[in-house]
């Protein structure tokens, strides 16, 4: 298990805030969550069992997937949005 420090920004690295994430594919079994990123763009995957996952990411009218696996060489997860 692992835990994800996630950041989210934009195509020009600014943090994006009040997006939402959910999880929407996972080869684990993990809680029917979806989470709002912070005013800095951060958001955090608590205890997340080894697998892998497609987290997909909305906000303003624009809905993004991005696959993931854990466990991760790092902690950190970044995810780049086109807004």
Do not use: C
């Amino acid at each position: 298990m692992q835990t994800i420090n996630g950041k989210l920004v934009d195509q020009y690295g600014a943090p994006v805030a009040d997006a939402t994430l959910s999880i929407v594919r996972a080869s684990a079994p993990v809680p029917d969550i979806a989470m709002l990123s912070d005013h800095a763009g951060r958001f955090y995957l608590d205890d997340f069992p080894n697998g892998s996952y497609r987290l997909q990411v909305t906000v303003d009218g624009i809905s993004e997937a991005v696959d993931f696996t854990v466990p991760r060489p790092t902690a950190s997860l970044t995810i780049r949005i086109n807004r």
